[in-house]
């Protein structure tokens, strides 16, 4: 199975600075997701095949990349922004997520 | 505005059968011609792709679960259910139902139930 890296594993941050998120692959592909998770709730679609953004997704978020190494970025941290965000590949089967990355605040 | 609930017995012993059920509401099951799954988060833990289903009736398993894993829909109840069977600790999770967008298989994922809580225990 295709094997999904994050980093960094938590990301300290002040809200108006900009936040970048690393997803590597261990096999190419062109199917990858993003996703954010709030405590207590499920997760929210940020992107699908790589850089399309989800239905209403603010455009601070954007994501890119291709082949094993993928960015998520959020050009100005808001307060409602700072969660858990995990990549998905879902190319292959099985699907996999990555382990996830926290974005705090610093 | 569909929505999707799932239902479930939050305690099941060692051993049992594990039965779950997400409602849609708010629309069709059939609208859109979309496929739905399940997927689970262990406590403290990340997130895992349990299985597909097609309205087609064609259905996709994750193989670390194929031989435990049946995911099935109920179009007059609009409902999705999952059973797994010979449950252990390892599977104590929050499940969720989640839709796919259109034409995927194994995720992307674009609208989630609020997940229910299953505890394995005796």
């Known amino acids: 199975e295709i094997v999904l890296t994050q980093s960094p594993g938590t990301l300290s941050l002040s809200p108006g600075e900009r936040a970048t998120l690393s997803c590597r692959a261990s096999q190419s592909t062109t199917s990858l997701a993003w996703y954010q998770q709030k405590p207590g709730q499920a997760p929210r679609l940020l992107f699908y095949?790589?850089?399309n953004r989800a239905t209403g997704i603010p455009d601070r978020f954007s994501g890119s990349g291709s082949g094993t190494d993928f960015t998520l970025t959020i050009s100005r941290l808001e307060p409602e922004d700072f969660a858990v965000y995990y990549c998905?590949?879902?190319?292959?089967?099985?699907?996999?997520f990555g382990q996830g990355t926290k974005v705090d605040i610093k | 505005q569909l929505q999707l609930q799932e239902s479930g017995p939050g305690l099941v012993k060692p051993s049992e059968t594990l039965s779950l059920t997400c409602t849609v509401s708010g629309g069709s099951i059939r609208s859109g011609s979309h496929s739905w799954a399940w997927i689970r988060q262990a406590p403290e833990k990340g997130l895992e792709w349990i299985a597909t289903m097609y309205l087609s009736g064609s259905t996709y398993y994750n193989p670390s679960l194929r031989s435990r894993v049946t995911i099935s829909v109920d179009t007059p109840k609009n409902q999705v259910s999952l059973r797994l069977t010979s449950v252990t600790a390892a599977d104590t999770a929050v499940f969720y139902c989640?839709?796919?967008?259109?034409?995927?298989?194994?995720?992307?994922?674009?609208?989630w139930g609020q997940g229910t809580v299953v505890a394995v225990s005796s």
């Open positions: 989640a839709r796919l967008l259109w034409g995927y298989t194994y995720g992307a994922f674009d609208l």
């Open positions: 095949g790589a850089s």
């Open positions: 998905q590949q879902y190319g292959f089967s099985p699907g996999t």
